[in-house]
């Protein structure tokens, strides 16, 4: 039986896969992303028909036996996007965010760079799109990503060389947890300081984690490690929602201590 996109909060992920997809459903309207984002799930669109046919060669018999779980209503391709709940789930702790010593010394030392909050929240979309292949974001979900930020959900922060973007990232929170779905910069380390900015007006609120969706040299550089699922889920599932963080510009020198 399936059911509707927004009943995110029924999916039992006790005995989901721990490194594939957990789901297939093809809503990826805004209120349907932020169930899942809710529910400890995000979602990986197929860029093209080829990568749609091969979610389904590749799982239609997990599908079948019920590992994964196929959601929504049945007039709306599932296949066109896979939902993904990693066990362990590599995470950074705001409280432990911390620029290394280098990275400290270069944003003291070098041409003033200043941060702000959901300034050029489509800009730093479309640049971490610019070159990216297999094209995740499609504009369905950059789409349902600009009404959560409309809403007060989607956020970014945004590093700034005088009045030129030179790195970014964005994420949708979720209760004490913050999702980071990518990060771009232009120059060099603009990102985690772009990262390192958001968990501080993050934690300042009562956020607790930023969660870093994919494990990777990249998201291990700026801190992550891994927490098991179950934790993760019952962070999600006791924290109450939070005020959004301050939004005002801040010098990023800041962030070096």
């Not at 079948?64 to 709940?85: H, K, M, N, Q, T």
């Not at 958001?198 to 994919?214: H, P």
Request: hydrophobic share 45%; charged share 25%; net charge negative.
């Amino acid at each position: 039986m399936t059911r509707r996109c927004a009943d995110w909060a029924a999916l039992d992920l006790s005995l989901a896969p721990a490194g594939g997809p957990v789901a297939f459903c093809g809503d990826l309207g805004p209120e349907s992303l932020l169930a899942a984002y809710r529910a400890g799930l995000y979602p990986f669109p197929a860029a093209d028909p080829m990568l749609r046919d091969l979610n389904e060669a590749l799982f239609e018999e997990q599908v079948a036996d019920g590992r994964v779980a196929l959601v929504g209503r049945e007039d709306i391709d599932p296949y066109a996007v896979s939902w993904w709940s990693p066990d362990p789930r590599p995470v950074l702790p705001v409280a432990g965010m911390r620029l290394g010593r280098t990275l400290a010394k270069q944003v003291r030392n070098r041409a003033p760079w200043s941060t702000s909050l959901n300034r050029a929240f489509g800009e730093v979309v479309e640049a971490c799109r610019e070159g990216r292949e297999p094209r995740w974001l499609t504009k369905e979900l950059v789409d349902s990503l600009a009404l959560l930020h409309e809403s007060g959900w989607a956020l970014s922060a945004e590093v700034w060389e005088d009045d030129a973007l030179v790195g970014g990232v964005f994420g949708v929170r979720a209760g004490a947890v913050l999702s980071l779905d990518s990060m771009f910069h232009r120059r060099s380390n603009a990102a985690k300081v772009a990262v390192a900015d958001l968990a501080a007006r993050f934690g300042q609120v009562g956020g607790v984690l930023l969660d870093t969706q994919w494990d990777s040299p990249q998201t291990r550089g700026i801190g992550a490690g891994p927490l098991p699922r179950t934790r993760y889920l019952d962070l999600l599932h006791t924290s109450p929602d939070l005020p959004p963080p301050a939004a005002h510009p801040l010098p990023a020198r800041r962030l070096a201590g």
